[in-house]
């Protein structure tokens, strides 16, 4: 594959395919579940996440394959592959996938867990008192949620929910010859999967599944039961909105979520006991090819099933040591935000640092009478948010307040319509992004009336405004009430709520409209400097690397010299160490306790280094389709915290995963006599180190500074 896309049968793909990558993230994440070292709860947290990713994996980029199949497309992808070819790679890395995910689940994690109060038994293992209690519960609360249908041969088969658990059940044929009939019983979704069960030697937990089965008899009353299996279809669940008709956003995107349903399978799951004969008359019925078909033990669906065994009380030598969020160092308590901004910038590092000074921001601007307006970006927050609270009580007494909602945030979307419509009801203006593009940018901005007048705060962030991922993803965020990045601020909203043109900003850097380019003219630059003898070096770390002209663009850097450390979480299509092309670039990725979600990127600039945080990854999707943000980081403190996290990553040698010129990846070994370096434990016990030296020498990081000079464009 040349630079310019053209097939070279000949030739190594300069890129590696993105579906095989993304499946390889998910294999990382797939390692510290089998991992004997992660204890044992947190390997079942893993083996949730995996197969949680694995259903949004084939909801999204199956679908899209299968779309481009469907459509004839037979265009090869920057890796030189075809979507059919792309698909059969897929199919067949997929399959493994899903039996290594089972075999570490039954074959490990299940069987240690049984004698910490997460035992499963079927209702015929239980003593007399477990099975009265079980047929009872089914009777009396689930039966009556049940609904048997018969699907005769000449009948269209019954619209199924993606993601729902259902039983084919074949009833013997009432003439006693002839094939069976065919019926679905589908489970009902608010009821709990995992039953606990109190019996005289302890407690056992029955999967709902096993209940239903149990209980098919008493569906079909008169009627012989022969053979069932659970199953579930997963459904293709992108949207595809046409913003140029004539109906409202919010009326569209609510009808299409409501099309889901009626979307077209890309996968079947059956579990393995089912009769061969049943499994092919599913097929037959659902019209899905062998090639999408997965045979797996139950439950279908461990993330549902399973999730409540992570809530037992286990011994602390069976989870990740607690690790509670600190209070930022550079905050002290009672502190008034708005007038220790006015002195200096603060970044927080999360979850190392707690989220609620970004909370408390909020809430202060709200009760402030100072306070004019409030904009925020929102894209993804907590069901419970105390940010949307705020928001709507700032709207309450007058403020005015401007949030863009994007509602087409995946699988967010029916939870941002609830909410985008509660702050509506508050008062507050609600825009739903804009036409054409996602708005991903992190950003908050308060304009509040001072002694010496009107003053902008800004928050920029690379992750999203909820307080609940905050204490599970890394991910930064800073504020400052510097003046550029506060007139860059009003611009941004101004654009996106107005009619106005694209900005130009001093300190921000927007997307669609020049992240691109911006980026393509710093990674020039060092090459640029490569060339003329100088020590030039790019450090990046983000979450996924696929963006082609970006890659070429780091291989034609690596090419004059440039020593080029990439930190990717998830996919990376590009291929690092490859002679006469990336021999200069290494790639690591760190899965750990914690989900890596920061964008972090550094320019050594010939030694007038230049520091960005952004919410955009170097995808194609967040630089052309999406309204991102890149922020720089001057303040000299806040500097040395990001750039200290961004070598951390590039030094772990326990959780540190490194990617091969052949696409593999693994693990990172330690050099003899080389200290253990875990990262994340190391930026947890620098955040609390940090806390320690400000409680001994209070106030020191709170003496008002000069802030830098910007350097010149």
């Known amino acids: 594959m040349t630079a310019r896309g053209k097939r070279d049968e000949d030739a190594t793909p300069r890129l590696l395919n993105r579906e095989l990558s993304w499946l390889d993230f998910n294999d990382r994440v797939l390692d510290e579940a089998a991992d004997a070292g992660t204890p044992l709860f947190e390997r079942l947290k893993f083996a949730l996440i995996v197969a949680s990713n694995l259903d949004e994996f084939f909801m999204v980029r199956v679908a899209s394959l299968k779309r481009r199949i469907a459509e004839g497309i037979a265009e090869r992808d920057p890796s030189g592959l075809t979507p059919a070819e792309q698909m059969d790679r897929v199919a067949d890395k997929a399959h493994a996938h899903s039996a290594r995910l089972h075999d570490a689940l039954h074959g490990g994690i299940l069987p240690e867990l049984a004698p910490h109060g997460a035992k499963l038994a079927r209702p015929a293992d239980l003593d007399a008192v477990g099975r009265a209690f079980i047929e009872r519960l089914f009777h009396e609360q689930i039966a009556p949620a049940l609904t048997p249908l018969a699907i005769p041969a000449d009948r269209e088969f019954p619209l199924l929910a993606g993601l729902t658990l259902n039983f084919a059940v074949a009833l013997d044929p009432e003439t006693g010859d002839g094939p069976p009939r065919l019926a679905v019983v589908q489970l009902p979704g608010p009821v709990s999967r995992l039953v606990r069960v109190a019996e005289a030697e302890g407690a056992r937990h029955v999967l709902l599944e096993e209940i239903v089965r149990a209980g098919l008899p008493a569906l079909f009353p008169g009627q012989r039961v022969g053979a069932s299996a659970v199953f579930r279809v997963t459904r293709d669940s992108e949207l595809e909105l046409d913003d140029e008709g004539g109906r409202p956003f919010v009326e569209s995107v609510s009808a299409e ?297 780091l291989y034609a850097a690596a090419g004059a010299g440039v020593a080029i450390d990439l930190n990717v979480r998830g996919i990376c299509c590009l291929r690092p160490g490859v002679p006469e092309l990336s021999r200069s670039i290494a790639v690591v990725s760190v899965v750990d306790r914690y989900l890596e979600h920061a964008r972090v990127f550094w320019f050594r600039n010939g030694g007038d280094e230049e520091l960005y945080l952004a919410s955009a990854d170097w995808m194609p999707r967040n630089l052309d389709r999406r309204v991102e943000l890149m922020f720089p980081v001057e303040a000299p403190e806040a500097r040395a915290r990001a750039l200290f996290a961004l070598d951390a990553m590039f030094r772990d040698n326990v959780k540190a995963r490194v990617l091969g010129p052949d696409g593999v990846w693994t693990r990172r070994r330690r050099a003899k006599g080389e200290e253990t370096f875990r990262a994340q434990e190391v930026l947890y016990r620098e955040a609390v180190e940090d806390g320690r030296r400000v409680t001994r020498a209070a106030g020191i990081v709170l003496e008002p500074r000069l802030r830098p000079e910007r350097p010149p464009a």
């Open 257 to 553: 979520l409501r099309g889901r349903r009626r979307s077209d399978i890309v996968r079947l799951e059956v579990e393995r006991e089912a009769p061969p004969e049943l499994v092919a008359l599913l097929r037959e019925r659902l019209d899905v090819p062998e090639q999408d078909l997965y045979l797996s033990p139950s439950p279908l669906d461990p993330t549902r099933s399973l999730a409540p065994i992570l809530d037992l009380p286990a011994p602390e030598a069976l989870r990740d040591p607690p690790q509670r969020p600190l209070p930022p160092a550079a905050i002290p308590e009672g502190a008034d935000l708005f007038a220790l901004l006015e002195d200096q910038d603060v970044l927080l590092h999360h979850p190392y640092d707690a989220f609620d000074p970004v909370v408390d921001l909020v809430r202060r601007a709200a009760g402030d009478p100072d306070v004019l307006a409030i904009k925020q970006t929102l894209y993804r927050t907590s069901g419970d948010s105390p940010i949307i609270r705020a928001l709507a009580q700032a709207a309450d007494r007058g403020k005015q307040v401007t949030v863009l909602v994007e509602l087409l945030a995946r699988f967010d979307e029916a939870s941002n319509i609830r909410w985008a419509q509660e702050l509506e009801r508050a008062g507050a203006h609600v825009v739903f992004g804009v036409r054409g593009y996602k708005t991903h940018a992190k950003i908050l901005l308060i304009v509040r009336r001072g002694a010496d007048g009107i003053r902008r705060y800004v928050h920029l962030a690379t992750g999203n405004y909820n307080d609940r991922t905050a204490r599970l993803y890394t991910d930064f965020g800073l504020m400052t009430s510097h003046p550029d990045v506060g007139a860059d601020a009003s611009a941004f909203f101004n654009a996106l709520t107005g009619y106005s043109d694209p900005p130009e900003m001093k300190a921000l850097v927007m997307a669609p409209t020049r992240l691109r380019d911006r980026l393509l003219t710093l990674i020039e630059r060092e090459r640029r400097r490569a060339e003329q003898g100088q020590v030039a070096a790019i450090r990046a770390k983000m979450n996924a690397l696929v963006d082609p002209e970006i890659i070429e663009a």
